[in-house]
């Protein structure tokens, strides 16, 4: 990626997102079954919902989504849970409600940590005295679609 922008990182951290939803469920070592796989006829398939198939994501994926999982770790606690909510699809109601803010306020954090890390990945250093704003702004000037 030559240049990240904070429309970049949103779409990357909810393919992580979709991602870590379609790894299958981590397995207790060393309980399995000695019985065999029972093997059904036609008429006992008659009348059952077919079974939803899984697909597992690629290698690529997951490796997209573990580099992914460390870009939140400088950010302020709300900023990364709001950042990880939207990428899941959570509404802002959900997510107003599990950070205890308001929507505009929430959503200033939301575009503020994604501007955070937009500015981090392209190794750019920041003035730690920058408000919020001042910090959205300079990202705005890279992507007009913020």
């Given at each position: 990626m030559d240049r990240w922008t904070p429309s970049l990182v949103e779409a990357r951290l909810s393919e992580a997102a979709f991602v870590l939803k379609r790894l299958p469920e981590p397995r207790l070592r060393g309980y399995f079954s000695t019985w065999p796989e029972i093997i059904h006829s036609f008429a006992d398939k008659v009348g059952q919902e077919p079974k939803r198939m899984r697909v597992l994501p690629s290698p690529q994926a997951i490796s997209r989504m573990e580099e992914t999982l460390s870009w939140t770790v400088g950010l302020d606690p709300v900023d990364g849970k709001i950042v990880?909510?939207?990428?899941?699809?959570?509404?802002?109601?959900?997510?107003?409600?599990?950070?205890?803010?308001?929507?505009?306020?929430?959503?200033?954090?939301?575009?503020?940590?994604?501007?955070?890390?937009?500015?981090?990945?392209?190794?750019?250093?920041?003035?730690?005295?920058?408000?919020?704003?001042?910090?959205?702004?300079?990202a705005r000037a890279d992507d007009p679609a913020l």
């Open positions: 990880w909510l939207r990428a899941y699809g959570y509404r802002w109601r959900e997510v107003c409600r599990a950070v205890g803010l308001q929507r505009a306020s929430a959503h200033q954090h939301w575009v503020y940590a994604l501007c955070l890390i937009a500015h981090r990945l392209n190794n750019r250093r920041l003035n730690p005295r920058l408000s919020m704003q001042q910090v959205i702004d300079l």
